[in-house]
């Protein structure tokens, strides 16, 4: 980082930190508070399929995996959610490192179908496991985050620091791993897996690993969901979560850090906005503008919003040069 990084990096920050303080209203802090939330389910998915190039549209499994996790052993076992969210996203670990056995052999479209086919046998397990899961109805009453020094977690407001640490504590780990010597393995073995197979890369072993770290990280924030909305249902392991941490990305800026950072709390925000369009045509328009975004995305800004600056960036460096 040089200079003008790290004072922007400082700025973003202190700003991260000042915003509920300034905009007071709960609405919008709830806002915030899913879009953090989003930022890191979004930048795990990034990791497995935009940096390592494995197709997982499976991705909710892990979610999903996380917030019943946590939820169940806090109702079912007094567990406290602040253990039991590490619980959730280990035990979505072990389900991803399960996962990423069968990508050994497959890429693609029958990885794609795979990773789908195992989501949607999780959410019909959730569904019809009615004595664990209470079935469709979802699980309610999930425990909070247990306070501490006098500050309890129920509110907006505080529970917006919880998910900004964990969402601050997540991007620190994703960009260590993708600008270390593994970040780069994963890139070369997206480019080109025999390649990288030819240079010594174990591209088996990448694979088990990056599949483990990212479900590890959709199932935390899952886990952080559950105890925030205290309110789970099966609905959170279809296809149309998976779907929307794809949309959050691609529009960002696949196979970049910033990229789900920004599609996510872009899409937050537009969600909540067409719920006001839903109410007057009567049908639920927001996938419907999550797919039209995407094929915008994918025919004329493959970048993402990322890709658009960086361009921008490049033509205003080289007509400074030119003058």
Not at 113 to 120: C, D, L, R, S, V
Not at 127 to 134: H, I, Q, S
Not at 204 to 220: H, M, R
Request: glycine share 14%; with cysteine.
């Amino acid at each position: 980082m040089d200079g003008k990084q790290k004072f922007l990096a400082v700025a973003g920050m202190a700003l991260c930190v000042a915003l509920p303080l300034i905009i007071t209203d709960r609405y919008i802090q709830h806002l915030l508070v899913m879009s953090l939330i989003f930022v890191i389910f979004s930048s795990s998915w990034n990791l497995i399929t935009g940096y390592a190039g494995q197709l997982n549209m499976g991705h909710a499994a892990f979610f999903g995996i996380g917030a019943y996790t946590s939820a169940l052993l806090a109702i079912k076992l007094g567990v406290s959610p602040w253990i039991g969210m590490f619980l959730g996203g280990g035990l979505a670990g072990a389900a991803g490192f399960l996962l990423g056995i069968p990508a050994l052999r497959l890429s693609g479209p029958y990885l794609a179908i795979t990773t789908i086919g195992f989501a949607e046998i999780l959410r019909l397990v959730a569904m019809n496991w009615v004595g664990l899961t209470r079935g469709s109805l979802g699980l309610y009453g999930i425990p909070p985050l247990p306070g501490f020094w006098g500050i309890r977690f129920t509110s907006e407001l505080t529970f917006y620091y919880v998910a900004l640490a964990a969402t601050a504590w997540a991007l620190f780990c994703f960009r260590r791993l993708t600008r270390s010597e593994f970040g780069l393995s994963l890139q070369a073995m997206r480019e080109d897996e025999t390649g990288a197979q030819s240079i010594g890369i174990s591209t088996n072993s990448y694979k088990l690993t990056v599949f483990t770290i990212s479900a590890f990280f959709g199932g935390f924030a899952g886990a952080l969901l559950a105890h925030y909305q205290r309110l789970i249902s099966p609905d959170l392991l279809s296809l149309g979560e998976t779907f929307q941490a794809l949309t959050m990305t691609m529009i960002g800026g696949l196979g970049t850090l910033t990229g789900p950072v920004l599609g996510a709390v872009l899409l937050t925000f537009l969600s909540e906005g067409l719920r006001f369009v839903e109410d007057i045509v009567k049908m639920d328009v927001r996938l419907i503008i999550y797919g039209a975004l995407l094929i915008v995305t994918i025919l004329f800004m493959r970048g993402g919003i990322v890709g658009i600056w960086d361009r921008w960036r490049e033509r205003r460096g080289s007509n400074g040069e030119e003058a």
